[in-house]
């Protein structure tokens, strides 16, 4: 019989997995359980913008990805972002992303998220963006589009 912890890994990593837009940014699901979710993206240059920093979009899809699994594992289920707030705190000059969240609060069909993201250089991580948002519950399973 697989425990709670493994069945809440296996569904969100099957869900990260389905997500065309995370593999085309090459985004990982490092971890995901009741205490919150880590994204790792490596950055490359088709991620900046004109002045060398990660873009502010980047940042963003972290953070709603982050908040959402994080949303998701409080609310035992099928969620999705019903709004999001971004502090971008300094540019993001480094060699790696690192978005962590958690639930800060979660009831029966919403909970509110936080995710900071960090860039990583040389081994050291430092703030770039501070995020919260909330996810709700999905009434039915989303269905897939048949759309490219």
């Known amino acids: ?3 709670e912890a493994t069945a809440l890994w296996d ?3 099957k ?3 389905g997500q065309a837009f995370s593999a085309f940014l ?4 490092i971890s995901l359980a009741a205490e919150g979710a880590e994204i790792r993206l490596s950055v490359r240059p088709e991620l900046l913008q004109q002045d060398g920093f990660v873009h502010g979009g980047v940042l963003a899809y972290l953070a709603d990805n982050a908040l959402t699994f994080a949303g998701g594992a409080a609310l035992g289920g099928a969620v999705v972002t019903v709004e999001i707030k971004v502090n971008y705190v300094r540019p993001a000059v480094g060699l790696e992303l690192v978005a962590r969240a958690h639930a800060v609060s979660g009831g029966r069909t919403t909970a509110v998220a936080r995710c900071d993201i ?3 250089d040389e081994g050291a991580e430092r703030l770039c963006a501070v995020a919260q948002g909330t996810v709700a519950r999905m009434r039915e399973p989303a269905v897939p589009s048949d759309r490219p």
Do not use: E, N, P
């Open 15 to 17: 869900a990260f997995d």
């Open 1 to 3: 019989m697989i425990d």
């Open 11 to 13: 569904r969100g990593l």
């Open 118 to 120: 960090h860039i990583v």
């Open 26 to 29: 090459g985004a990982r699901l």
